[in-house]
């Protein structure tokens, strides 16, 4: 049982930065791969980057490359989601979901855990 929690979003200008964090607990991590995702009112969820815990590999979508940064901490148990140069189009509730797997998956189906999100809100 893994159980991630997600904080700090909250309202940023356009350009701007935030960050995010997950703080998961309940089990080892040495197999497991942590995603970002987000969803959008009226739009499906989707896959923004992830991370595998077992050696920091880091994945992300297109339109978040060179903006966002996953990184985590082995100590805290945490993975954090560094936004910057934010656009009005990144604002959505973002949630953090982990998957008993080695593999980052882009596919929001095949994660087990998620957490309750937290909003982002871009005001351009």
């Known amino acids: 049982q893994v159980q991630p929690v997600e904080s700090g979003g909250g309202l940023v200008q356009a350009g701007g930065s935030l960050r995010l964090s997950c703080a998961a607990s309940?089990?080892?991590?040495?197999?497991?791969?942590m995603g970002w995702f987000r969803q959008a009112p009226g739009k499906e969820r989707e896959f923004v980057g992830g991370?595998?815990?077992?050696?920091?590999?880091?994945y992300y979508t297109d339109s978040v490359k060179g903006r966002f940064t996953i990184s985590r901490d082995n100590a805290k148990n945490t993975v954090y989601l560094q936004m910057s140069s934010l656009k009005a189009e990144d604002t959505a509730v973002y949630y953090c979901?982990?998957?008993?797997?080695?593999?980052?998956?882009?596919?929001?189906?095949?994660?087990?855990?998620w957490g309750q999100g937290t909003q982002v809100t871009v005001s351009s």
């Open positions: 979901a982990a998957r008993l797997s080695f593999s980052v998956a882009v596919t929001p189906q095949v994660y087990n855990y």
């Open positions: 309940g089990r080892t991590f040495s197999r497991l791969a």
């Open positions: 991370i595998k815990w077992s050696d920091g590999s880091t």
